[in-house]
């Protein structure tokens, strides 16, 4: 596809592992990265990844990357409520491309006790 | 100041005014950007700034709409004769560096203009 996508909603339990799927559109040369947004804010940068990584860990998160599937994800480990918010994937092509970050429609992680 | 600003936080207008949106970004800040967040959709790319360069204007949706960013610092973006699809959170971000740099420098992002047309 052309665009950013991401699946709209997923909803988790409390201490449960969240897993927020993305798949992108360039897999030459391109940064990667994961922002969360909280009612009322702005959007909040989590995580970033080189597209010639695979994975990439920082505490509870796990970002992982398929560069054939062009498929990005990324795992929160014993989600909390305050982990409720919407997450954006979004990308930017270094080789060939705009070098203006794409967004995906964001998935917005719902954490229930 | 210690991130971006933006001016209003929420703006209700009647449909056929013009409107203005203002963003303070990040000192130092020689990228700026701005996307519209619609109710259930991403982000949608407006208009990027890069230094003293022309503006990438390719993501407007119309021309009601424009930006200007004076001295290099300040951008407001500018909606003429609003119209209710024009109902969205305006966004800003700032990167120390934009363009065609191959390093990366992250994003950051304001808290939004939540922009009303009745």
């Known amino acids: 596809g052309e665009d950013v996508e991401q699946s709209l909603f997923l909803s988790v339990r409390e201490g449960d592992s969240s897993v927020i799927n993305c798949t992108y559109t360039?897999?030459?040369?391109?940064?990667l990265y994961w922002y969360k947004q909280e009612p009322g804010a702005g959007l909040q940068l989590l995580t970033y990844?080189?597209?010639?990584?695979d994975m990439k860990q920082d505490q509870r998160l796990t970002v992982l990357l398929n560069k054939k599937d062009k498929h990005l994800s990324l795992r929160i480990a014993d989600t909390q409520t305050g982990d409720s918010a919407i997450y954006f994937c979004?990308?930017?092509?270094?080789?060939?491309?705009?070098?203006?970050?794409?967004f995906g429609r964001g998935t917005s992680l719902i954490v229930h006790p | 100041g210690a991130g971006v600003s933006q001016s209003p936080s929420n703006k209700v207008t009647e449909k056929g005014k013009d409107v203005e949106l203002r963003c303070d970004p990040i000192?130092?800040?020689?990228?700026l950007y701005w996307y519209r967040q619609s109710l259930g959709q991403g982000l949608e790319f407006l208009i990027y700034?890069?230094?003293?360069?022309?503006?990438?204007k390719s993501g407007l949706p119309s021309d009601r709409f424009s930006a200007e960013r004076t001295g290099g610092s300040v951008s407001t973006l500018t909606i003429q004769r609003t119209q209710q699809e024009d109902s969205a959170v305006y966004l800003c971000?700032?990167?120390?560096?934009?363009?065609?740099?191959?390093?990366?420098?992250?994003?950051?992002f304001g808290s939004g203009t939540r922009l009303t047309v009745v």
């Open positions: 971000a700032s990167s120390l560096v934009g363009g065609n740099s191959k390093a990366n420098y992250g994003y950051t």
């Open positions: 360039d897999s030459s040369s391109t940064y």
């Open positions: 990844i080189f597209s010639n990584m």
């Open positions: 979004a990308e930017k092509v270094i080789e060939g491309g705009s070098y203006i970050p794409t």
């Open positions: 000192s130092g800040h020689t990228a």
């Open positions: 700034f890069q230094g003293n360069s022309a503006p990438d």
